[in-house]
């Protein structure tokens, strides 16, 4: 049984996701330990305590540059992946390396566009209708100390059209998510994920 803990800062749609795969059986051998929120009150906390999980809240403005470390003290030994599931806060310290190729983040743009610091939710699409693209989606990428530089795992792309919002845009992604970050946690638990450096290998 491969362990996870989702950590959230928002809506939850993507936890929704890998909640829904497991139901269906898509996702197999794999249980949601925790899911952590660095927000009190976000809808995703709603969403896994439906589903009975184990939800903790670490207020970011009450722990600041300790965060990490509680986040750390509570998933240490405990589980085998971390899944930042529209988690905003910066992962740093030993965590990363208790975790190493063990952390990954789902980030709407194909990477290395549209990321880093300060890019998130509306902005990222926004950025790529001003910068006038023709193709986004989203990419699922292990996490290491920098923002968003991490091995890609897997990317999705998606068309840009030229009537799309930056909430139009946004949706469809988010579809692309709801399948990518499923598909990683799956490839992950049967071992078919091999890292060569900046290369990732995926048997699919
Ligand atoms: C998603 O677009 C994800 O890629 C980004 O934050 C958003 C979170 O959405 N990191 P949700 O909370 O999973 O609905």
Do not use: W
């Not at 789902?106 to 549209?114: E, K, V």
């Not at 001003?130 to 530089?149: I, L, R």
């Not at 990518?180 to 994920?193: C, D, Q, S, V, Y």
Request: glycine share 8%; net charge neutral; proline share 2%.
């Amino acid at each position: 049984m491969l362990k996870i803990a989702v950590l959230v800062s928002g809506g939850g749609s993507n936890l929704q996701s890998i909640i829904d795969s497991i139901s269906a059986g898509e996702l197999k051998n794999v249980e949601i330990e925790y899911v952590i929120s660095d927000r009190e009150g976000v809808f995703a906390l709603e969403r896994a305590k439906k589903y009975g999980i184990n939800t903790i809240t670490l207020d970011r403005n009450k722990y600041k540059n300790n965060l990490n470390a509680e986040i750390h003290n509570i998933l240490s030994g405990k589980v085998d992946l971390i899944v930042l599931a529209g988690f905003l806060s910066i992962i740093k310290g030993p965590i990363l390396e208790e975790f190493r190729h063990k952390i990954i983040n789902i980030h709407p743009s194909l990477i290395p566009s549209f990321c880093g610091k300060g890019m998130y939710g509306l902005k990222v699409h926004e950025a790529a209708i001003n910068y006038g693209v023709k193709v986004s989606g989203c990419t699922v990428h292990f996490v290491e100390e920098d923002t968003d530089t991490g091995a890609i795992i897997l990317q999705s792309v998606v068309e840009v059209l030229v009537n799309d919002t930056k909430e139009t845009l946004q949706q469809r992604i988010l579809v692309e998510e709801h399948k990518a970050l499923p598909r990683t946690i799956k490839l992950f638990a049967e071992g078919n994920i091999k890292v060569n450096g900046r290369q990732v290998i995926v048997k699919e």
